[in-house]
């Protein structure tokens, strides 16, 4: 399948590949001692408000780097990778290849992560993205 500019074939995301997922220092608590846990819960709300969807980078197309350097500011921004599999395996989350191409931007690693609930529905989603992270840039 292909885009609507047919640049970057549409592909299927094979469950052993891997994530990178952008996480704003605002969404970090430097008290808490636990990596994982100083991952606010909010930091895997969908993007735009309203919306079921996480935007990724995927491994394939993209390194940690990469995902950081598409930040309006890099530094402010830490990475985190998921495998696949382990977001798959949370229902009703599905994982596609949607290659991003504007007028003056290009992504062929853009991949979003379907189906995530409201907050005010179900904060267990976002705790369960939260366990199954890894820290590819930590934010310091």
């Not at 309203?50 to 990469?66: F, H, L, P, R």
């Not at 350097?69 to 395996?89: H, M, Q, W």
């Amino acid at each position: 399948m292909q885009t609507p500019f047919n640049e970057f074939p549409i592909e299927e995301i094979p469950d052993d590949d891997f994530l990178f997922y952008r996480i704003h220092k605002t969404k970090i608590d430097f008290d808490e001692k636990d990596e994982k846990k100083k991952i606010k819960p909010l930091a895997f709300d969908p993007q735009p408000q309203g919306s079921t969807q996480m935007s990724t980078d995927w491994g394939k197309y993209s390194t940690a780097i990469d995902a950081q350097n598409r930040a309006r500011v890099p530094t402010d921004n830490g990475i985190v990778s998921f495998l696949v599999r382990e977001v798959r395996d949370i229902p009703p989350l599905n994982v596609v290849h949607d290659p991003t191409i504007t007028e003056h931007f290009k992504n062929r690693a853009h991949a979003i992560i379907l189906e995530v609930p409201p907050r005010k529905n179900d904060i267990g989603i976002r705790l369960k993205l939260r366990d199954i992270c890894s820290w590819a840039i930590p934010i310091t």
